[in-house]
């Protein structure tokens, strides 16, 4: 990357960039025709300026995210002198919208037809917990969804009012 006196790489310069870019530039760079300044993330930068890029690239992570991604970027930028932006997608992908598989279905068994009323067995693991239930509905899709509600405790609106016999 060549010398660029838009680009900030030091926390305490992006962290005053991001407040007022007149801190640490005297001109915009819209009047040598760049396009805007740039933050370049590496091991000096802070909280705001990586929240600032994360926003710029899409994600509006909450508090809490943005401190395990945080955490994250720190230990990667000590290893690579610049930060990129695939790494932080790859940062935000595996750190924070991967999540622990809670629910998975095990078993699903629906009844339904113009003489039986429609009803679904189901099996789930829930955080690696086995737990099994059956109800009715208005139809297979609707018992499916009444079984996984009553095991799951949600509130799920799928085929219009919930039944249970």
Known sequence: ???????????????????????????????????????????????????????????????????????????????KKHVMDEDLEALVTEGVLRSAEVFSLEYLHVTCGTTVLPMASVQLSINGRSVKGASYGNGPIDSAYNTIAQLTDAKPNCCGSRSAP
């Open 1 to 79: 990357m060549g010398a660029n006196a838009f680009a900030h790489e030091a926390g305490i310069h992006q962290d005053g960039m991001l407040k007022n870019p007149m801190t640490y530039e005297i001109m915009r760079p819209e009047a040598i025709g760049l396009s805007r300044n740039q933050l370049v993330l590496g091991k000096h930068s802070g909280r705001h300026a990586l929240h600032t890029h994360l926003q710029g690239l899409g994600y509006d992570l909450s508090e809490e995210e943005l401190k395990i991604v945080f955490k994250q970027f720190k230990a990667l930028a000590d290893k």
